[in-house]
């Protein structure tokens, strides 16, 4: 079945950089877009950036272009979220997601803290 494991989240100054994984299985990782959202506590679930099956091509909300960058390695099934220049509007819980043969599979989710 298909499995998404995020990491790498925590608590960080503003300014600071972390930079999240998400561990993929299950499914063919290579032919698939791979997105990373995020939710802010009473908010909804908001996309912050997609990159294409190769990684040739990468899309990102406004708020956070310049500052974050999605990636992937294909043959480690792993899609990753480099952020830098935190801040505390980027507190939220980060969830990687994959769409697969018209099903949306999400993972439990990494929580991310900006805060001094």
């Known amino acids: 079945q298909v499995q998404l494991v995020e990491s790498g989240g925590g608590l960080v100054q503003p300014g600071g950089s972390l930079r999240l994984s998400c561990a993929a299985s299950?499914?063919?990782?290579?032919?698939?877009?791979m997105s990373w959202y995020r939710q802010a506590p009473g908010k909804e679930r908001d996309l912050v950036a997609t990159?294409?099956?190769?990684?040739?091509?990468?899309n990102y909300a406004d708020s956070v272009k310049g500052r974050f960058t999605i990636s992937r390695d294909n043959a480690k099934n792993t899609v990753y979220l480099q952020m830098n220049s935190l801040k505390s509007e980027d507190t939220a819980v980060y969830y990687c997601?994959?769409?697969?043969?018209?099903?949306?599979?999400w993972g439990q989710g990494t929580q991310v803290i900006v805060s001094s």
């Open positions: 990159i294409s099956s190769a990684g040739g091509t990468t």
């Open positions: 997601q994959v769409r697969v043969i018209g099903r949306q599979y």
């Open positions: 299950g499914f063919t990782f290579s032919i698939y877009a």
